[in-house]
């Protein structure tokens, strides 16, 4: 088996209504703890105008963090593109990059919260097509060389980027679909794929089509990341890690439908946003699920004893993912030493058994959010 990137993605979640300073001075001791574990990247998430997750700049972080920690990567899953201006932007990734001595890993996307676009005032309607912008002008800048460039929503004439990179940066991007992964695979973007409802199937269907768009579009996937993300938490058995969770999973699950407006459909007549006006119903009936059918919920995650977690991550493994990286926050419903002991468990219980045991057979009925 080829050697497989494990990383940690850490939201900065408050869905108990605790203190947000208190949450933000658990910030370092989550760092210390993934640094000296070896996990290879932590990821945080852009968002804005709520307590479901409490970033609004992750970059701003990732400057605060490369002070403080020598070997991890930084990255976003995801800085919204279409909410910046994109060489303002690619400014910010180059500072950290320096200042980080070469370890961030800019993930994009174009951002599923139609009420975060409105009061930043952004049409939704027009992420896909700022999202494409933007990648061209990052891709321009991050060179280091003088362009231009004309846009429908900004224009560059003769500028070059400063402080210039001291290397090559390749983007990451966002996928919800296997039409974006293909998308995403010939502009030569490293993969970044977490479990939002799709089952098992698509997962490995998206993974699929971003590999051949890429190699049909000349790039070498030897240099590209396919990155997967799912929820995880480990157990001693099973039945204990299913038990834990079911007492917290609701409130998770209802703030962030309560964040994305999940009963009133905000996507429903946006175009660009089908995929998810056709998932709302379904989400939010997972909501309001008993507790026996979050059972099926949970069936979908890296939940479960250090066998059950390596035998889930195997099978993405086997499917080609080659970085599998581990939201343990779980909306901010669980204590950070509970979250820390996961940390704990993944990088000495479960990763030295992935290449020895048998992938998990999904049921395709299991991946639900």
Known sequence: MDPIRYSVTMPIANSTGRSDVDVYREIDVR????????????????????????????????????????????SNAIIVAPWHNPIRLAEQIAMVDLLSDGRTLPG??????????????????????????????????????????????????????RPRPNRTITLGGAATSPGTAERLGTKGLHLIIGNIGQPVSQSRSALEGYQAAAVAAGHDLSQLEAMYHGLAYVGDTDEQAYEDLLRVVPAQLDAQARFYEVAKNRWKNVKGYEFQSEAAAGYQAMVDMPTDLLRLFLDGHFVGSPETVARRIRTFVD????????????????????????????????????PEVEPWQFDEMALLG
């Open 31 to 74: 760092y210390d703890t993934v640094e000296a574990l070896g996990f290879d990247t932590v990821f945080n998430l852009e968002h804005h105008f709520g307590d479901y997750i409490m970033c609004p700049d992750t970059m701003l972080l990732h400057a605060y963090v490369a002070a403080r920690t020598e070997r991890i990567r930084l």
């Open 108 to 161: 994009l996307g174009r951002g599923n919260a139609v009420h975060e676009h409105e009061n930043l005032g952004i049409n939704p309607e027009e992420s896909r097509a700022r999202f494409d912008e933007s990648v061209e002008v990052l891709q321009l800048a991050l060179t280091g060389e003088e362009f231009s460039y004309e846009g429908p929503f900004h224009s560059y004439h003769n500028i070059e980027l």
């Open 319 to 354: 499917f080609g993912y080659n970085h599998i990286s581990f939201y343990c926050e779980w909306g901010g419903t669980i204590p950070v030493e509970r979250e820390l002991e996961t940390f704990r468990r993944i990088m000495e219980d479960v990763v030295p058994i992935v």
